[in-house]
C-alpha cells in the first residue's frame, strides 16, 4: 500500500537541500529557517505515528516563526538568464512549456479516479484518503522528467537542474511559501475555539427563517469575506462550514454535502482572488514578474472574481437541494 508519507519527506529533502545551497552562499538565517522547516517535514512522520514527542517539533514552528519574524530569511539575488535568452528560449518551445505544467494535473486525476480502485492481494493500492495527494506528488515527478525532456539544460545536468531552479524560485518567494500552511492551520484554531459556533449564532438572527437563498447567498459571501480577511479559503472554510454550511444547508435543508462544500470552497477562492492577504497568490507573483503595481494581479482578477461568486451561488442553490 502506497502512502503520502512518501510525498512529505521529498519536500523535507527538497527544504535540506535549499538549506545546503543558501549555505555556500553563507546565508546562515536562511539555512537554519529551511534546514528546520525540511526536519520538520520528515520528523512529522514520527509524531504522526505517535513514536516521537510533538513538543520538538511546535519548537521547531517557534524557533521558524522567529526567523521570519526578525527578517533572516531575506530575498536573494541569484543569477537568472538574461531577458533575450529567456525569449529565445521561449519562442523555441511555444506552446509546449505549458505541458509540464498541465501534467501535474492530469496525473493527480488518473491516481484519484483510477488507480484508487486498483487493489493488490485484497488490499488498496494507494492508502484510504491519500489517491489525490499521491498523485499530486507523482505528477510534480512526471513534470520535473517531461521539463528536463523539453528544456534539455546543458548545465547543471541531471537533477541538479530542477533542483537548483526551484531552490531559486524558493528563495525568490521566502517565507510566504508557508503561508497556506499557516493560514489553513489558523482556520483549524477558530474551529476548534468556537468561532465558527459564534458566528452562526450570530448570523441565524439574521438569516429569514426557511429561505433557502438566503442561506446559500450568506454561506457564499461568508465564504468570500472570511478568505478576504484571512488569505485563504482553507482558513474561512472550518469557520464558515460549521457557522452556515453543516447546520443549516446540510442539516436543516438536506443539502448534497459534496457539492454543497465544493461549491462553498469555490466561492471562497473568489474572495482569493481580490484580497492582498493571499500573499502567495496575489503579491508574490507581482514581485517575482517585477510589477509596477504590486496590486495589479488583484486589479486584473476582480472583474472575474464577482461574477465567478454569483455563478457559484447560483450553482449550489439549483444543484445542490
Not at 531575506?74 to 519562442?91: C, D, F, G, I, Y
Not at 486525476?109 to 489517491?131: E, H, N, Q, R, Y
Amino acid at each position: 500500500m502506497i502512502d503520502a508519507e512518501w510525498l512529505y519527506w521529498l519536500c523535507g529533502l527538497f527544504f535540506l537541500a535549499n538549506a545546503v545551497l543558501c549555505g555556500r552562499e553563507r546565508r546562515y538565517g536562511a539555512v537554519a529557517f529551511w534546514a528546520l522547516l525540511g526536519l520538520s517535514f520528515c520528523y512529522s512522520t514520527f509524531v504522526v505515528a505517535k513514536t516521537a514527542a510533538a513538543w520538538p517539533l511546535g519548537l521547531a514552528v517557534l524557533v521558524i516563526a522567529g526567523l521570519a519574524g526578525f527578517g533572516a530569511v531575506r530575498k536573494a539575488e541569484l543569477p537568472v538568464p538574461t531577458e533575450a535568452e529567456q525569449e529565445s528560449s521561449a519562442a523555441k518551445l511555444g506552446n509546449r512549456l505549458f505541458v509540464p505544467a498541465l501534467m501535474i494535473p492530469l496525473v493527480a486525476l488518473v491516481f484519484a479516479t483510477m488507480l484508487a480502485s486498483i487493489t493488490v492481494g485484497g488490499k488498496p493500492l494507494l492508502a484510504a484518503g491519500t489517491a489525490t495527494l499521491t498523485g499530486l506528488g507523482a505528477g510534480a515527478l512526471i513534470a520535473v522528467a517531461v521539463g528536463l525532456v523539453l528544456v534539455r539544460p546543458a548545465q547543471p545536468v541531471g537533477l541538479g537542474a530542477p533542483l537548483r531552479e526551484g531552490s531559486r524560485l524558493l528563495q525568490s518567494i521566502g517565507w510566504v511559501v508557508l503561508l497556506p500552511q499557516m493560514l489553513a492551520v489558523l482556520g483549524l484554531l477558530f474551529d476548534k475555539s468556537g468561532v465558527g459556533k459564534q458566528v452562526g449564532t450570530v448570523l441565524s438572527g439574521l438569516l429569514p427563517g426557511g429561505s433557502l437563498l438566503a442561506a446559500v447567498v450568506v454561506y457564499c459571501v461568508g465564504m468570500a469575506l472570511f478568505t478576504v480577511v484571512m488569505g485563504n479559503a482553507f482558513a474561512a472554510f472550518p469557520v464558515m462550514t460549521a457557522a452556515v454550511g453543516w447546520p443549516v444547508l446540510i442539516q436543516q435543508f438536506h443539502g448534497n454535502p459534496a457539492l454543497v462544500f465544493a461549491v462553498g470552497m469555490l466561492a471562497g477562492f473568489c474572495g482569493t482572488l481580490c484580497t492582498p492577504m493571499a500573499a502567495n497568490f496575489n503579491i508574490v507573483p507581482a514581485v517575482l514578474l517585477e510589477m509596477k503595481d504590486r496590486y495589479g494581479p488583484i486589479k486584473a482578477q476582480l472583474p472575474t472574481a464577482i461574477p465567478l461568486l454569483a455563478c457559484n451561488i447560483a450553482i449550489m442553490y439549483w444543484l445542490g437541494f
